[in-house]
């Protein structure tokens, strides 16, 4: 049973708070009795609101009131706060309050000017950052900017002089607050003058730095006068119509029992949430969305070189090939383990081999992605609530460095991210056996996921959600990581790989990772020179500011952001693992978005409710404009995948070359060993030996080509033309944009084709 606090006797409404508040009982109970209970506790607390209110004492009001025995969270309810007085600062003059209202209200009527006359005027948007504006436009623009102002200020003193010579004083001192209050209420209406030069790609292709400090802007200005319209406006309390009607609107923002999120119900179904079905919806619409465009992408003959490697791979485990063998890297002999432990390769393999085609892995790829979104909205609901757990949700969706991981080809790494959530998920709800499988998938992924489970064994722990359990994830993740990484893998690899990507941090005479650790402690300094980056800052923008900084907030943060130090910051001359377009944001976002929501948890400003609010308007209000510039669905025309153009859907050109390529691939025989340039390489991957032309031709009976000087990559133009001169290929048939050549045929057609191509 759990202590009140009852306020002192005033009255009868006094005895009658003390009366229902004492038959309040917030123990460990379930189902709907838990639920009967937090309603009687709220109804508790909206009587002693309106008592206090009522006898005009102010008596501190608890945040919220829990029993000592059960050690649960509390249940905080924000209607059932004491309603804000009149006067949103009683002890300032009437006359500063009445300059602060015509302050924001001048700020604001520029704002809104400056809109109004972009509406008017017909200069285009880039004509404001060349300083293109004509006389008249000019004009047009000063007249807007300075004539709303003036109005809103006439307005203003007008409706303060009335109030003086009808009240007095006194008249004049309410009505200066109340115009503070309605021009506050009204402020994030200020910022729509912004907003149509946010969404304007065309703008900012060649300004990621500055566009991304516009936004920085932007959103902390969203989330000021969010903050400032949420205080000017009290909630109501008791049984009277608005403030039902405030309960209702605001019902998503009041506090959850935290331990566990919801009642179980037994015995019948209970329809879904609106924030589970807004969930629900965003995760389908993305995996129907990124589904399409990526098989598209494939079909139209533009995936490269990472997309052979991994068809490649899948399709021998299927059929029983050499163990990790990928053909179209290593050529006839060698394998892939030593370069990445991807063993969740066999957990894709029954999805492969009902379609063994590449489809099948991009398909899939946009599968896991996207359903990630439904394990962080389950851990976000239980610490923020519902709506404020859909946001971060629809957050993850439209984040930028996810679209571009899961168009860039098909990696693995990005596949981590589903599993290593819902580990968190079954963590904290106690559900061992489901966590212990999910942390198998996740180590399975990638050998250095495996960190990944290291740095959330060591967050649980320091965070005290569940510190043994944590040390032994952590123990786990980094055991799995030494021994695959130093032991096992080396075996395969004959020498340590991806060295290169720290060869600056490298010492004379080192050749392996110890070395980088030996300059990494020994001189920081050295470090941090050889490894700032001018493209890491925009790439740290670029993955915290649609989190609105929040993972910042918190010391935590040092640990979550361990595996963006260390496989992305601390590379050296190595653009990939520190650009948005390709798959290595996932490290980053994995503990980001987490990081994110334990900074919302803490907020303790009050009331809470307003202050989560206004962080998560901050979030969404940047969230939206990034995912426009550098995202994938919002807007389509500056689209990269890695370092290519993304070219969305099948278009003329892109069924040109799906029929071309069908054309030639029915004159090679299944099985038979072929060599293919860069980007035609993952068409002819579903076979034991496919070769990418840029590693070598190895074996291979049959060559597949571009046809275009134009479309040839690397050396593959000198190597093509010196085999068909020297007439170890012959030409069997041109499809433009493609060429079909074979080992030993005849060269008859293999002039006119150097000439097509240039000697």
């Known amino acids: 049973m759990g202590t009140v606090i009852e306020p002192p006797e005033v009255g009868g409404l006094h005895r009658r708070c003390a009366r229902e508040a004492a038959r309040i009982r917030l123990e460990r109970v379930h189902g709907p009795d838990r639920r009967q209970a937090g309603a009687e506790f709220c109804r508790g607390r909206m009587l002693f609101s309106l008592s206090w209110l009522v006898s005009g004492r102010h008596v501190p009001i608890q945040r919220s009131f829990w029993t000592v025995s059960s050690g649960r969270p509390p249940i905080d309810c924000m209607t059932c706060q004491r309603a804000e007085p009149t006067l949103v600062e009683p002890s300032l003059p009437a006359l500063t309050v009445a300059f602060r209202a015509l302050a924001i209200a001048g700020v604001g009527g520029v704002s809104l000017g400056f809109f109004c006359a972009f509406l008017l005027i017909d200069e285009p948007v880039p004509a404001f950052l060349e300083g293109g504006l004509s006389p008249m436009s000019q004009k047009t623009m000063l007249a807007a900017m300075v004539g709303l102002p003036a109005f809103l200020a006439l307005a203003a003193a007008l409706y303060l002089g009335l109030a003086a010579w009808r009240g007095g004083r006194r008249s004049l001192s309410r009505s200066s607050h109340r115009l503070y209050a309605a021009v506050r209420v009204v402020s994030p209406l200020f910022l729509v003058s912004v907003i149509p030069f946010l969404f304007r790609w065309s703008i900012w ?96 003959v533009r995936t490269g070189y990472d997309t052979s490697i991994y068809d490649n791979l899948v399709w021998n485990l299927v059929h029983g090939g050499p163990f990790f063998k990928s053909s179209s890297r290593f050529g006839p002999e060698g394998g892939h383990f030593g370069v990445h432990a991807e063993l969740f390769a066999y957990v894709l393999a029954p999805v492969y081999a009902i379609y063994p085609r590449a489809h099948s892995l991009l398909v899939a790829q946009s599968v896991l992605i996207g359903a990630a979104a439904w394990p962080l909205y389950c851990f976000a609901r239980r610490h923020v609530g519902s709506w404020f757990g859909a946001a971060f949700a629809l957050v993850y969706l439209l984040h930028p460095a996810v679209h571009n991981a899961n168009l860039y080809e098909f990696h693995f790494l990005p596949l981590g991210m589903v599993f290593l959530w819902a580990a968190l998920n079954f963590l904290e709800t106690r559900r061992d056996v489901l966590a212990a499988l999910a942390i198998v998938l996740t180590l399975s992924v990638r050998e250095d996921v495996a960190t990944w489970v290291v740095i959330l064994g060591v967050a649980l722990a320091l965070t005290g959600t569940r510190p043994r359990a944590g040390l032994i994830v952590a123990a786990a993740g980094a055991v799995y990581f030494l021994v695959m990484r130093f032991l096992v893998m080396p075996r395969f690899a004959g020498a340590e790989s991806f060295v290169f990507i720290y060869r600056k941090l490298l010492p004379p005479g080192e050749v392996g990772l110890s070395g980088i650790l030996k300059t990494v402690l020994t001189n920081p300094l050295l470090t941090l020179i050889q490894v700032w980056e001018e493209q890491k800052l925009v790439y740290s923008l670029q993955l915290l500011l649609p989190l609105f900084f929040l993972p910042v907030r918190r010391p935590i943060f040092l640990v979550l952001a361990a595996p963006t130090l260390v496989f992305s910051f601390l590379s050296t001359e190595y653009l990939p693992v520190a650009h948005i377009r390709f798959q290595y944001g996932a490290h980053a976002l994995v503990f980001f978005l987490v990081g994110a929501v334990w900074a919302l948890e803490r907020t303790v400003d009050q009331p809470w409710a307003r202050a989560r609010t206004a962080a998560v308007v901050g979030m969404l209000s940047a969230t939206l404009p990034i995912s426009y510039q550098f995202g994938a669905v919002l807007q389509r025309q500056a689209v990269y995948a890695g370092p290519v153009h993304y070219r969305f859907g099948i278009d003329a050109e892109g069924a040109w070359r799906r029929d071309a390529m069908a054309k030639l691939l029915a004159l090679v025989p299944p099985r038979a060993k072929i060599a293919a340039s860069g980007f035609t390489t993952p068409q002819v991957t579903n076979r034991p030996d496919a070769y990418n032309l840029t590693i070598g031709l190895f074996d291979a009976e049959y060559l597949l080509v571009p046809s275009e000087r134009q479309d040839f990559i690397v050396d593959e133009h000198p190597t093509t033309v010196r085999l068909l001169t020297s007439g170890t290929f012959g030409i069997v048939a041109v499809e433009p944009p493609f060429a079909l050549a074979r080992r030993g045929h005849g060269t008859g057609q293999n002039p006119a084709f150097l000439d097509r191509i240039g000697r």
């Open 205 to 300: 292709g060649s300004r990621p730095l500055l566009f991304l400090g516009l936004v920085s802007a932007f959103s902390l200005a969203a989330y000021g006068t969010t903050r400032l319209a949420a205080a000017a406006l009290p909630a109501p309390c008791g049984d009277t119509a608005p403030a039902r009607l405030w309960r209702r609107l605001c019902r998503p923002w009041w506090g959850r029992p935290r331990w566990p999120c919801r009642p179980r119900w037994r015995g019948r179904w209970r329809p879904p949430s609106a924030p589970t079905l807004l969930v629900a919806a965003g995760i389908l619409g993305y995996v129907a969305y990124f589904s399409y465009y990526t098989v598209a992408f494939h079909v139209c």
